[in-house]
């Protein structure tokens, strides 16, 4: 496509998130290229809402755009982000890569053989005071960062119980794999994406599955517990090749306050980021002048991560150049670590991931 021509993107999936990504295209310039959807009653009220043509079908909208978002449950991730990238499109996929590892892998085998980009919508890492952080880092400030210490707790945020978001054969998880994906990417982003060893984890299902269970506010319908059968918290910690380290505590539900706080601690320095405030301190210490520590606040502009996300995405599509950033290599060591993390739990013991390759070669068919 020419580089001076809008391109024009479609939306695979049009529900809350599909209509989400649809507004920031529209604010982009991006012409938005028409919505894909299996209900009739999505399609219709895209439709009515951006004044573009829906399909039922994909091949259909695949011809009449340069590059689509992907917005599917989970399951089916693979049966879009396959078929658009064997038809040449540019691929925005929101996280996870997938429901399942098998899947994942399948996803990022047809990607390493595609002439479109693709990226995963690690959407977190696009925030101001995550960019800070990271030009900090890059000039040795914090000196060797070697352990991330992830918060992403809800005291009550259980997502519509009894939708695609709680049943484990659609989502392929509960909290881990909706929220936890966002923790465990910045936090092997924060520690430049080591090679994983070692996970060793336990899930929970205390809340979701209670007649009883108690909320203020709920994203979504709450039907209740009845085929609620995913996770709504875990702990783990993850060992990488080099010795650097994970702790990651995640809830949709946890008798105790929101966290949502990242410590990335170095030789040199340490910081403290606050993903729901965007807060940003930089802790370090000093001889100069006599023994000191020193607490340094650091103040950012707001900014839309899923519209920086986008931006960067787009000018992949015009230039026909992968940016670097939110790879599905990356993508695809995240699902290792979910998929670790749910066996460690089953197992009872660590998993080792030592010996266990990144790239897609080999993967089953099955899930």
């Known amino acids: 496509m020419n580089a001076d021509t809008p391109p024009s993107v479609g939306i695979v999936g049009l529900g809350n998130i599909g209509h989400y990504h649809a507004d920031r295209l529209v604010e982009l310039g991006a012409t938005l290229g028409g919505g894909l959807d299996i209900q009739p009653d999505a399609r219709s009220r895209f439709g009515d809402k951006y004044g573009v043509d829906t399909y039922e079908e994909k091949e259909a909208m695949f011809e009449a755009v340069d590059a689509v978002i992907i917005t599917t449950p989970n399951r089916f991730h693979e049966e879009y982000a396959v078929a658009a990238l064997d038809a040449g499109l540019h691929v925005l996929l929101e996280k996870p890569l997938a429901h399942s590892l098998e ?115 709920m994203w979504g319908d709450d039907v209740g517990p009845e085929g609620f059968d995913v996770d709504d918290s875990a702990s783990a910690f993850i060992r990488c090749a080099d010795g650097q380290t994970i702790s990651l505590e995640v809830a949709w539900a946890a008798n105790r306050p929101t966290n949502d706080e990242f410590y990335v601690l170095g030789t040199d320095a340490g910081a403290l980021f606050d993903r729901a405030s965007h807060d940003l301190t930089f802790f370090e210490s000093g001889v100069g002048g006599g023994n000191h520590l020193t607490d340094t606040d650091v103040e950012t502009q707001a900014n839309d991560t899923h519209k920086s996300e986008q931006k960067l995405f787009l000018d992949a599509v015009r230039t026909g150049e992968h940016p670097g950033l939110n790879t599905v290599e990356e993508g695809l060591q995240v699902q290792r670590v979910i998929d670790a993390i749910y066996r460690s739990s089953e197992e009872g013991n660590a998993v080792s991931l030592a010996n266990v390759s990144v790239e897609a070669a080999g993967a089953s068919s099955d899930d």
């Not at 914090?142 to 049943?167: K, L």
Request: glycine share 12%; with cysteine; proline share 3%.
């Open 103 to 217: 899947s994942a892998e399948r996803i990022a085998a047809a990607a390493k053989d595609a002439d479109g980009v693709c990226m995963v919508g690690f959407n977190n890492r696009f925030g101001n005071p995550v960019r800070v952080l990271k030009n900090y880092q890059a000039e040795g400030r914090f000196g060797d960062v070697h352990h991330v210490e992830a918060n992403y707790v809800r005291r009550r945020g259980i997502p519509g119980r009894g939708s695609w978001f709680t049943s484990e054969d659609v989502a392929g998880g509960g909290s881990v794999i909706d929220i936890g994906v966002h923790a465990i990417d910045l936090s092997l982003y924060f520690l430049d994406y080591p090679e994983v060893e070692e996970v060793s984890a336990i899930t929970r299902s205390d809340f979701g599955n209670r007649d009883d269970y108690a909320y203020v506010e």
